[in-house]
């Protein structure tokens, strides 16, 4: 048992950084469905999530962060965990409902691997989910239709 918790631990989990409670229960579902195994680990803020970053020791496997909100914002919080040792060479995914150009191009700008605007389909999270923990080459821009011809 200890064996999988520290597999379970390691790559097999994910922070989400998300102030709406309903994406933070729709994402958390997609996951489970996406991938049984993972654990994801939540904060409902910026602020929050920082604090819980410098207090603990964890190492997520991946972290999503929404871009807009309360407190602090994503961008604040992407710049923090840009700053903490043990999250170098962690992916972070900008994960938000603006497609506008301008924040793609400063998430880029600040180091995110990845930039993912929220489906509209509870399906089609799943499906990039799916992709984003199996597939190598992901473009830096996710939408639904990542790899459609798939």
Known sequence: MS???KHI????SCFLVEDDEDDREIFTLALKKAEADFVCSTAKNGKEA???ALSGDFV??????DLN???VSGRDCIRAFKKIERFKGVPII????SSFSKDIREMRD??????????????ALVHI???LFHEENLPFFLTSGVNAGH
């Open 60 to 65: 997520p496997g991946y972290i999503f962060v």
């Open 110 to 123: 600040l180091g995110a691997t990845h930039y993912l605007v929220k489906p509209t389909s509870f399906s």
């Open 94 to 97: 900008a994960y938000t409902t």
């Open 69 to 71: 909100m309360p407190l």
């Open 50 to 52: 920082i604090e819980k």
């Open 3 to 5: 064996i999988l918790n």
């Open 9 to 12: 631990m390691g790559s097999r």
């Open 129 to 131: 989910l799916t992709e």
